[in-house]
């Protein structure tokens, strides 16, 4: 039972376009989201996070959109660049004490210049 | 630099063999975690601590233990290695209990 899911293995975009990655949920417990990247050979780097209270949080190029009811939330990328190029995973967990993430499959973004 | 270093960074074993994973953090952070990660699959906790002596389950424990004698160090064992076990495996910290922050992973193959 998947409850965080990335339903897009991969996708494509051109240098300084926006990029669009999808993540939709299950479980309607969970209060906290996260983006984080991953590089090859390396561990995950945080990016971005949202509350279950908020429907957007932006830093910097990075913005974070929550749909609840449709228990969806969207990473865009704006503009994107090619140190972009990497593999997304968005979590979820309900904050309670310990932080015990549950990720989505994880989507790669190659960014063409 | 999120001050974790996981040793060994690879590691290829027999089945059937016992394997230790460390994981080490300079900042006294409580919550210390490990996840593994699969193609398909993405990162599933393994088993997760919020203080020295004090363990739980995460998602995918079977086969695993852990122990935490002190702050700083995350021991996972896995007692009889098996060919399912291989996998990528990474250390997790939360400062505030909230964003998790991971070391550089462990590769493990068991053959």
């Known amino acids: 039972d998947q409850q965080v899911k990335q339903n897009s293995p991969s996708l494509s975009v051109q240098e300084g376009r926006i990029s669009i990655l999808n993540c939709d949920y299950t479980n309607s417990m969970f209060d906290y989201f996260l983006w984080y990247k991953k590089y090859p050979a390396e561990g995950p780097t945080f990016l971005i996070s949202?509350?279950?209270?908020?429907d957007k949080n932006e830093d910097g190029r990075f913005t974070v959109f929550l749909n609840k009811s449709a228990k969806h939330l969207s990473l865009h990328i704006v503009p994107s660049q090619p140190g972009d190029s990497a593999v997304y995973f968005c979590a979820a967990s309900v904050i309670q004490g310990a932080q015990k993430l549950v990720f989505g499959q994880g989507t790669r973004l190659t960014i063409n210049p | 630099d999120a001050g974790i270093t996981q040793s060994p960074r690879h590691k290829v074993t027999e089945t059937g063999t016992p394997v230790t994973l460390r994981c080490h953090q300079t900042?006294?952070?409580?919550?210390m975690y490990w996840y593994r990660q699969d193609p398909g699959h993405g990162l599933r906790l393994i088993h997760y601590s919020y203080g020295v002596k004090d363990t739980d389950k995460g998602e995918v424990s079977d086969g695993y233990s852990v122990s935490r004698s002190k702050t700083e160090d995350f021991l996972l064992t896995l007692e009889s290695a098996t060919s399912s076990q291989t996998s990528v495996y990474f250390c997790?910290?939360?400062?505030?209990?909230?964003?998790?922050?991971f070391g550089q992973g462990t590769r493990l193959t068991v053959v």
């Open positions: 949202i509350s279950s209270i908020k």
């Open positions: 900042e006294n952070h409580r919550y």
């Open positions: 997790a910290i939360s400062p505030q209990g909230i964003e998790a922050f």
